[in-house]
């Protein structure tokens, strides 16, 4: 069994920062890449940022590019979310994801591509 879990996530005034992190345990696979995603209510899942867990490649969605920063520690099986300049609209549950087989640069931006899933832990930014 594979686990994801999301943590560090909270309430933050517009302009402020938080990071989140992503633990992945359970049994040994090759962890192709890595990726957040957030969901707003009443809204579509969207791709947020993603990152291959051997080059470290990186992706973001235009929206948080410039403010986001997606990393990884391998030997903490870990995924962190560093969001800085946060605003209202970037209010969501954040979700970290993993795929079981590897991505292209098409289909590493889609949910739908990605077999596991953590909980997620929602950020609320106040304006």
């Known amino acids: 069994q594979v686990l994801l879990v999301e943590s560090g996530g909270g309430l933050v005034q517009a302009g402020g920062s938080l990071r989140l992190s992503c633990v992945v345990s359970?049994?040994?696979?090759?962890?192709?890449?890595m990726g957040w995603f957030r969901q707003a209510p009443g809204k579509e899942r969207e791709f947020v940022a993603a990152?291959?867990?051997?080059?470290?490649?990186?992706y973001y969605a235009d929206s948080v590019k410039g403010r986001f920063a997606i990393s990884r520690d391998n030997a903490k099986n870990t995924v962190y979310l560093q969001m800085n300049s946060l605003k209202p609209e970037d209010t969501a549950v954040y979700l970290c994801?993993?795929?079981?087989?590897?991505?292209?640069?098409?289909?590493?931006?889609?949910?739908?591509?990605?077999?596991?899933w953590g909980q997620g832990t929602q950020v609320t930014v106040s304006s």
């Open positions: 359970g049994r040994t696979i090759n962890w192709y890449a």
């Open positions: 990152i291959t867990w051997g080059f470290g490649n990186t």
């Open positions: 994801a993993a795929p079981n087989r590897p991505l292209t640069t098409v289909s590493i931006v889609t949910p739908d591509a990605y077999h596991y």
